[in-house]
């Protein structure tokens, strides 16, 4: 059965560093999604992606925080200068289409900044 | 602000029993519903989604979706300690809105 995946599981970096956290959507699916989700909290929408381009983005995702489709399967999340208090569990997930249509998540990346 | 609240529970069934989990939605004009599970330092696994109102059976599962009254509930029939979990109740506008989740706990 198809799945997204996603790497590194697990990346610790330094305040201030810049990461990239990867994911393969599922092959046929077109929109995808980064979602975040700091422990104990809900999981919250980062960034949607379609047609190579943002199609909705929350307050969260600030000039600090981009996304890119390098080629025809990565879909990478971009972290400029990372704080403290974006250490979390980075979700991401693909779908067919919008409307009623069902997102697909990957396993997630934990985020440690120290 | 659209958002979607659960109950953080825990709720607690005996193995064999129905769990119920429900879930308020505050936009009216919200289409699609859906719920995931999520055991703990897991992602989010898609078990349920549900578009008209009425009920929809898959399985153990069942979800219940009222628009008139902006609920959504998941019915889970005779609950295994493997259902144990956060259920993670989901509306739909373009992107995925979370609710905060129900922790369920199915004891032997």
């Known amino acids: 059965e198809p799945e997204v995946t996603q790497t590194p599981s697990h990346q610790v970096t330094q305040m201030g560093q810049e990461v990239i956290l990867r994911c393969v959507p599922i092959?046929?699916?077109?929109?995808f999604y980064w979602y975040r989700q700091i422990l104990g909290q809900k999981v919250e929408f980062l960034v949607s992606?379609?047609?190579?381009?943002?199609?909705?983005k929350s307050e969260i995702f600030d000039d600090q925080f981009s996304v890119e489709r390098p080629d025809g399967s990565n879909f990478t999340l971009k972290i400029r200068s990372t704080k403290l208090e974006d250490s979390a569990m980075y979700f991401c997930?693909?779908?067919?289409?919008?409307?009623?249509?069902?997102?697909?998540f990957g396993p997630g990346t934990r985020l440690t900044v120290t | 602000q659209k958002e979607v609240e659960q109950n953080s529970g825990p709720l607690s069934v005996p193995e064999g029993a129905i769990a119920s989990l429900n879930c308020t939605y505050s936009?009216?004009?919200?289409?699609?519903f859906f719920w995931y599970r999520q055991y703990s330092g897991k992602s989010p696994e898609l078990i349920m989604f549900?578009?008209?109102?009425g009920d929809k059976e898959d399985g153990r599962f069942t979800a219940q979706l009222n628009k008139a009254s902006q609920y959504v509930s998941l019915l889970i029939r005779d609950s295994q300690p493997s259902d144990s979990a956060t259920y993670l109740c989901a509306v739909k506008a373009g992107k995925l809105i979370f609710g905060q989740g129900t922790t369920l706990q199915v004891k032997p």
């Open positions: 997930a693909s779908s067919t289409g919008t409307g009623n249509y069902e997102q697909y």
């Open positions: 092959s046929n699916h077109l929109y």
């Open positions: 992606f379609y047609n190579n381009e943002i199609s909705e």
């Open positions: 936009d009216r004009g919200s289409q699609s």
């Open positions: 549900i578009y008209s109102n």
